[in-house]
């Protein structure tokens, strides 16, 4: 990182490096973090990076990443690392692992999806692709790709 | 107790021991006994001929039905409750057979119901018991059902039953599947690449007429286009003529899963590959079988 941009270290909390750059709004967004919360943020937009180029970074204190949370950063960012730190020190890594399912998340592009549909209805997507990432409504079957993913999350 | 939502919900045994089933159900060895049943026959989407053959069958054997066809009850399709409808039905009923026009609506209403629910068509997805009566005959017909050469005619994009019977096929290990449509109502690619056997698409039947063992033919509808002329156009070329017909195999099969329109010339009927009057008479022993089996059997 530049210096001048230098954000000081948590002492409790979350960091999520390697972020692909200009994504990192989408990583709040999937983590439900509005910034109302409270929550101190620190957050670095296209920062320099010797393996991608550029990249963005996210400090958040005192909110820990669960595994749940942490698989759908991995839709937008699944190259991303995502540290838990206590008293300064990294005490814990979440594993990127794209999820087997998204519950909620994201919307079907299909119109006459029962989920576009129904109040009461939830999307569900089951993952049938890594890389690239390809998503599946367990109701009507429809794909969705990364890229639309992306879409979807970045709103 | 069990739900039928997609073909792929049952396995190859389990398809072969309701045909088996079925069998008995035709020869009379085998009654299948639900009185003191109540089925449900909730058509959101209107379908006189499947509603009546549901209730034909649970009727047959010793059920009471009750149920509805409408439009009304879709007319209004934002906003709709789907949940709230299949818990009302639910307590009049120990089993719901339901067609609705949204794509995932049987899977949606069997998360919700305790009691089973079938498929009758959910938008443009599945119509599994379709598949099974189409694959009975065929059964029937040919004593295998394995090995066989298919065509499937027309709309494959948006026709459910297609989708259906393409799947069944996956247990069956068919020689070659033709898809015959035009450019653009060719199957969906999530249907496809599931697929386990040779397919091929192509635009026009005749070029493999002499080749099929079963001919499946779909209704190509006018609301899958925009344009009028494009509609009348392709609808004319989908038709299976009597001259194309006079060029399959004695021994093959036309299958259609009613109602047809137009799409297949009505002297056809008398020839001898036309198996789709017969393909219908199985319906009811087929779906009374199938009741049984989802609400008596183990
Ligand atoms: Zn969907």
């Known amino acids: 990182m530049k210096s001048g941009l230098i954000v000081s270290k948590i002492r409790n909390g979350t960091v999520i490096d390697h972020i692909p750059a200009g994504r990192a709004l989408a990583v709040l967004k999937v983590l439900g973090i509005k910034g109302i919360e409270g929550y101190r943020i620190a957050l670095v937009m296209n920062a320099e990076s010797s393996k991608m180029g550029k990249k963005d970074i996210l400090k958040i204190e005192d909110r820990e990443i669960e595994e749940k949370e942490a698989e759908l950063i991995t839709l937008i960012a699944p190259d991303a690392t995502i540290?838990?730190?206590?008293?300064?020190?990294?005490?814990?890594?979440?594993?990127?692992?794209?999820?087997?399912?998204?519950?909620?998340?994201?919307?079907?592009?299909?119109?006459?999806?029962?989920?576009?549909?129904?109040?009461?209805?939830?999307?569900?997507?089951?993952?049938?692709?890594?890389?690239?990432?390809?998503?599946?409504?367990?109701?009507?079957?429809?794909?969705?790709?990364?890229?639309?993913?992306?879409?979807?999350?970045l709103g | 107790m069990r739900d039928v939502i997609s073909i792929l919900d049952f396995s190859k045994s389990e398809v072969l021991e309701l045909f088996e089933l079925t069998d008995e159900v035709?020869?009379?060895?085998?009654?299948?006994?639900?009185?003191?049943?109540?089925?449900?026959?909730?058509?959101?989407?209107?379908?006189?001929?499947?509603?009546?053959?549901?209730?034909?069958?649970?009727?047959?054997?010793?059920?009471?039905?009750?149920?509805?066809?409408?439009?009304?009850?879709?007319?209004?399709?934002?906003?709709?409750?789907?949940?709230d409808t299949i818990r009302m039905l639910e307590n009049y009923a120990d089993c719901i057979v339901m067609r609705h026009k949204l794509d995932g609506s049987a899977k949606f209403a069997a998360e919700i119901a305790k009691k089973p629910v079938i498929n009758a068509g959910d938008g443009k997805r599945e119509h599994p018991t379709q598949a099974l009566i189409d694959m009975y005959t065929v059964r029937k017909l040919f004593g295998?059902?394995?090995?066989?050469?298919?065509?499937?005619?027309?709309?494959?994009?948006?026709?459910?039953?297609?989708?259906?019977m393409l799947r069944i096929l996956t247990m069956f290990r068919p020689r070659m599947v033709y898809l015959i449509s035009p450019p653009q109502l060719r199957a969906r690619a999530e249907i496809l690449e599931e697929l386990n056997y040779p397919v091929k698409e192509l635009t026009d039947v005749r070029d493999i007429i002499g080749e099929l063992d079963v001919l499946y033919v779909t209704r190509i509808q006018r609301e899958r286009f925009l344009d009028e002329d494009e509609y009348e156009k392709v609808k004319e070329s989908y038709r299976l003529e009597y001259?194309?017909?006079?060029?399959?195999?004695?021994?093959?099969?036309?299958?259609?899963?009613?109602?047809?329109?137009?799409?297949?010339?009505?002297?056809?009927?008398?020839?001898?590959?036309?198996?789709?009057?017969?393909?219908?008479?199985?319906?009811?022993?087929?779906?009374?079988?199938?009741?049984?089996?989802?609400?008596?059997?183990?």
Request: proline share 4%; glycine share 6%; aromatic share 6%.
């Open chain 1, 83 to 153: 540290n838990i730190i206590k008293d300064y020190e990294v005490v814990g890594k979440r594993k990127q692992e794209i999820p087997q399912e998204v519950v909620g998340l994201l919307r079907c592009t299909n119109p006459s999806c029962i989920t576009n549909n129904d109040v009461e209805a939830v999307t569900r997507f089951r993952t049938i692709k890594r890389k690239p990432l390809q998503l599946a409504c367990e109701y009507c079957e429809t794909r969705l790709t990364e890229d639309e993913v992306v879409r979807q999350i």
């Open chain 2, 26 to 83: 035709l020869s009379g060895k085998f009654k299948p006994r639900l009185e003191g049943k109540i089925v449900a026959t909730a058509f959101f989407e209107p379908s006189t001929r499947t509603a009546l053959s549901f209730t034909s069958a649970a009727l047959s054997a010793g059920a009471k039905v009750l149920g509805f066809s409408s439009d009304e009850a879709t007319s209004v399709s934002k906003g709709e409750n789907l949940a």
């Open chain 2, 144 to 164: 295998t059902m394995e090995g066989l050469t298919f065509g499937f005619l027309g709309d494959l994009r948006y026709a459910r039953t297609v989708n259906s």
């Open chain 2, 243 to 298: 001259r194309t017909v006079e060029k399959m195999k004695r021994d093959s099969a036309i299958l259609h899963p009613l109602p047809r329109v137009s799409e297949i010339d009505r002297r056809i009927d008398s020839m001898p590959q036309a198996k789709y009057f017969l393909e219908a008479s199985y319906a009811v022993p087929l779906r009374s079988a199938l009741l049984h089996e989802v609400m008596a059997g183990d």
